[in-house]
């Protein structure tokens, strides 16, 4: 057992990613962990030693069969199973230690994934690849960067968001992924699932904010300490409850999903939702909030010929508003539902949002996507499914034919 202290930021799931451990080995050796929010700085953890992967030796296996088994190097093998390479501990039932995995991935989670986690993999990811640029669009209530990356270089132009809703953290790095794996394919040559990333490159311009509210994102992960700016207003708008876990809006309790100008005041006359609040306050006036503010401002600098905003759960894809759609959005949803396996849903009575403002105001096919099931915040389980299915969808578009 080794001693931890409990740091600013610091979550159950980030510290057993740390350490190599799950969320439930932290929580066994400190059960008082699971039974609070959150974590607070200075809090005494004992967290047990990582526990290695073992693995039994089948008729027919070789050291390097087994390496390339579990993506791991011949050399590690053999430093934890001493003359596995001679083939002396590589008999059947002879139970090896297995070394950790190599990371191939630049975007995984580490725990949850927040603030820092997106702009850590931003700068990796432009660093790594010279097709993917990365700017600042705009800052949040508590001045936290907007960052934007631009992937691709062609005449048509997709904006994508993510991370509109706080406890809908997880479409971000579904996002992230994608961008990582479009960079990877392009840069190497290769496919990706069937499609083409050089020809995505060719056609389109991809613009993607993937974490709109990140002073949301951080409350639903970490909470609000007594010395957070808005501490006394965040407890009074969440009627005495600490855990934040259900929390959509901004720090200033607007729902971003409410804030565009398409039909703002119906929408907020329907929420019926006077003030700050967890989800459905519309603000004060459409775009009042800067992270809505950022996004409308880049979509008016760069008109997009088709959009899509991330959010969770349901595994729908919305892609009316009000007749205000052109023709081929019905069609192109129909292929983004057989992509991803979703259901491509026609919706009435809600106005407001990023998708309902973008097709509004520029007459293209916008998207709400739904990504995956369950309730919100959805398990970290489910971040490979749904960012396979981020990629599914928005493959579809970049090789959708000429608008």
């Known amino acids: ?30 059960p008082w962990a699971g039974s609070q929010p959150y974590l607070y700085p200075g809090q005494v953890l004992q967290l047990p030693s990582a526990p290695r992967k073992r693995y039994a030796v089948q008729r027919g296996d070789d050291v390097y069969s087994i390496a390339a088994l579990f993506g791991v190097g011949v050399e590690e093998l053999e430093m934890l199973n001493p003359g ?45 690849y010279s097709c993917v640029s990365s700017e ?20 048509r132009q997709l904006h994508v968001n993510a991370a509109l809703h706080a406890n809908e953290w997880l479409t971000a790095p579904c996002l992230m ?13 290769t496919d990706w699932h069937g499609h083409r990333p050089a020809d995505w490159h060719r056609d389109w311009t991809l613009w993607a904010v993937p974490m709109a509210n990140p002073d949301g994102v951080e409350l639903v992960q970490e ?9 006394e207003e965040l407890m009074k708008w969440n009627c005495g409850r600490r855990s934040f876990r259900h929390w959509k809006a901004n720090i200033r309790g607007v729902d971003l999903g ?29 775009l009042s909030e800067p992270e809505a503010a950022a996004l409308a401002a880049l979509a008016e600098r760069i008109p997009g010929d088709a959009a899509v905003s991330l959010h969770s759960q349901g595994a729908e894809i919305y892609w009316n508003y009000r007749g205000y759609e052109p023709p081929e959005s019905k069609q192109w949803a129909a292929k983004l539902a057989a992509a991803s396996g979703y259901q491509a849903v026609e919706l009435t009575g809600s106005d407001a949002g990023y998708k309902d403002w973008f097709i509004q105001r520029f007459r293209k096919p916008g998207f709400t996507v739904e990504l995956g099931a369950g309730k919100n915040p959805l398990p970290a389980a489910d971040f490979e499914d749904m960012a396979l299915e981020t990629g599914l969808i928005l493959g579809a578009i970049l090789s959708n034919v000429p608008i």
């Not at 931890?4 to 080995?25: F, K, M, N, Q, W």
């Not at 992924?177 to 040559?189: C, D, I, M, P």
């Open 258 to 286: 409410d804030q565009f100008p398409a039909h703002w005041e119906e929408e907020r006359d329907r929420r019926q939702v006077p003030g700050p609040a967890p989800r459905d306050y519309s603000g004060s006036a459409p």
């Open 177 to 189: 992924r994608f961008l990582e794996e479009y960079a990877a394919a392009f840069a190497s040559g």
């Open 223 to 231: 909470g609000a300490m007594k010395d957070h700016p808005f501490y």
């Open 136 to 155: 600042i669009i705009g800052h949040s209530v508590l001045g936290k960067p907007l960052c934007l990356l631009r992937i691709g270089s062609g005449p």
């Open 84 to 128: 596995v390479s001679s083939g002396r501990s590589c008999l059947p039932g002879k139970v090896l230690v297995l070394p950790a995995a190599a990371r191939k991935a630049e975007v995984y989670l580490r725990g949850e994934y927040g603030p820092a986690e997106l702009e850590a993999d931003a700068a990796g990811l432009a660093e790594r």
């Open 1 to 30: 057992m080794q001693q931890y202290i409990a740091r600013r930021g610091d979550t159950v799931s980030r510290i057993a990613a740390r350490h190599g451990l799950t969320p439930e080995h932290v929580i066994q050796g400190n």
